[in-house]
């Protein structure tokens, strides 16, 4: 008789166990460098995702670390306000926290900490850090019309202004660094030559805009050459410099004359670089399986190469949609998702993170 009484009551536990295990809403915030995000995903379907863009770095050429930590104060809370009123939840249903602990910018990494000790410390809900690279390998696991996602193991490329990498991803926390830049980044190598022809910041969209126009063959540039899987993009800058002072002492017209062709040039000598580094990564694994992240990775010419890559190698690419290429929270909430299934919960004395490596 007892029993009767108690199965009923065991269903009900387990039922709302359940419900609580596939039920779950995670705010992500996302700090890391001038863009100030918050988003909201219900398990792994994203419901907002709100991102503030600080336009006053334009001015100055580049991000100055000062002025982005303090427009992440006057950002953080009306953005978040959004997120949760995109998403037509109330705070309360939240399950967790998910923030942006590194790398970054520690001024600006710390407005993203802050605030998310905070809301998790008052709502009483879990806290989970992220790591900002490995949010943008796993942004490829939010639920988006396609259905696409790839399968482990995979090659994550990711291409950013601070960062270029290729790592093996055997599982969604296990992750190997094949290769990553020995100085600048990708996305900096575009800026900077984006600067050099004279172009407002951020100049890597406007070279994708031009490139589309000229012919990539017009002017060649030299290609680094450094060993394994790993990158260098400063010496490329510096032979665009010289490139550019050489022909502008002989015409003074010469960009404005040929600014399609330079950038066409400029844009075919990276992503070839790209592409020989991801072959040789595929060679060297077995693995033909790829996927990119990043800022860069919204960039045509990437996009279009690695689509040709699928037919001309028989390889699997996957590319993100270009709202999670540049930094968003909806790939910090991915993440925040998968780790609040394992319980990989952090605690109040977690502190921000400049420098983080994906493996650590």
């Known amino acids: ?198 172009l407002p910041y951020p100049g890597g969209p406007l070279i994708d805009k031009y490139a589309q126009l000229g012919n990539p063959k017009a002017f060649p540039f030299p290609k680094s050459k450094v060993g394994g899987l790993d990158f260098s993009f400063s010496g490329f800058k510096t032979s665009v410099l010289y490139f550019i002072q050489r022909e502008t002492q002989k015409n003074p017209n010469f960009i404005a004359e040929n600014l399609n062709d330079i950038c066409a040039s400029i844009q075919y000598t990276i992503i070839n670089v790209l592409l020989s580094k991801l072959k040789k990564a595929v060679a060297q694994t077995g693995v033909k399986q790829i996927a990119i992240g990043g800022g860069v990775s919204a960039n045509s010419g990437i996009r279009k190469i690695l689509q040709e890559a699928e037919q001309k190698h028989g390889w699997k690419t996957f590319i993100p949609p270009f709202q999670f290429c540049t930094d968003n929270a909806a790939m910090i909430g991915i993440v925040g998702y998968l780790k609040y299934k394992e319980e990989l919960f952090t605690t109040q004395e977690i502190t921000a993170k400049a420098r983080y490596v994906i493996n650590e």
């Open 1 to 198: 008789m007892i029993a009767l009484y108690v199965l009923p009551l065991l269903l009900q536990f387990l039922f709302q166990k359940y419900v609580e295990k596939n039920n779950i809403y995670i705010l992500a915030i996302e700090s890391s460098c001038d863009d100030t995000s918050a988003a909201v995903l219900h398990n792994s379907k994203m419901l907002s995702n709100v991102v503030a863009t600080q336009k006053i770095h334009e001015e100055y050429g580049g991000v100055v670390p000062e002025l982005a930590s303090r427009a992440h104060q006057q950002n953080i809370v009306p953005v978040v306000h959004q997120a949760l009123a995109k998403a037509n939840i109330n705070k309360k249903d939240l399950s967790a926290i998910a923030f942006t602990r590194g790398p970054g910018l520690m001024g600006s990494l710390l407005v993203g900490t802050s605030f998310a000790k905070s809301l998790a410390l008052g709502l009483n809900i879990p806290l989970i850090e992220v790591n900002h690279m490995q949010a943008h390998i796993l942004a490829h696991f939010i639920d988006n019309e396609t259905g696409k996602k790839p399968e482990f193991p995979f090659i994550g490329m990711t291409i950013s202004g601070g960062h270029t990498q290729i790592v093996l991803v055997k599982s969604y926390f296990d992750m190997e660094i094949l290769g990553q830049t020995l100085d600048d980044a990708v996305g900096e190598a575009f800026d900077k030559s984006a600067k050099i022809l004279g």
